[in-house]
Nanobody, 121 residues
Framework: QVQLVESGGGLAQAGDSLRLSCAAF????????MGWLRQAPGKEREFVSG????????SYADSVKGRFSISRDNAKNTLYLQMNTLKPEDTAVYYC??????????????WGQGTQVTVSS
C-alpha cells in the first residue's frame, strides 16, 4: 500500500506556470505506474497524464499535450506535474494516483487528497 500527498497547487493567471508534486510514503514508489487526474466543479474526474514505473513512458490528455509535463524521481519517492501556459479551463482539483494490476487490468487504486489549482483569465 502507498500513501500519496500532493502539494503545489494554488492561484495562477492564464499563461502562468505551476508545478505539482506528489510525495509517496509506505511502499516501493518505483514499482507503481503513476498518474495525474483532475476534477473540475460539476464535471467527472478526467485523466491528465500518466507515467510508467521507471519513467520511460508518458502519456497525456489532448487538452494538456504540449503544455504539461509529467516526471518522477524514484530516489525521492516523488511524482511531478509541470504545468505551463495555464488556461482557465485547467481549473480543477488535481489528484495523483498509483496504478495497480487488478482483475486483468490496470486501475488507479491509491489516491492522494488532491490539490486545488485555480487559473484566472
Amino acid at each position: 500500500q502507498v500513501q500519496l500527498v500532493e502539494s503545489g497547487g494554488g492561484l495562477a493567471q492564464a499563461g502562468d506556470s505551476l508545478r505539482l508534486s506528489c510525495a509517496a510514503f509506505g511502499a516501493t514508489f518505483g514499482s507503481y505506474p503513476m498518474g495525474w487526474l483532475r476534477q473540475a466543479p460539476g464535471k467527472e474526474r478526467e485523466f491528465v497524464s500518466g507515467i510508467s514505473s521507471g519513467g520511460g513512458t508518458t502519456s497525456y490528455a489532448d487538452s494538456v499535450k504540449g503544455r504539461f509535463s509529467i516526471s518522477r524521481d524514484n530516489a525521492k519517492n516523488t511524482l511531478y506535474l509541470q504545468m505551463n501556459t495555464l488556461k482557465p479551463e485547467d481549473t480543477a482539483v488535481y489528484y495523483c494516483a498509483a496504478e495497480v494490476w487488478r482483475s486483468g487490468g490496470w486501475k488507479y487504486d491509491y489516491w492522494g487528497q488532491g490539490t486545488q489549482v485555480t487559473v484566472s483569465s
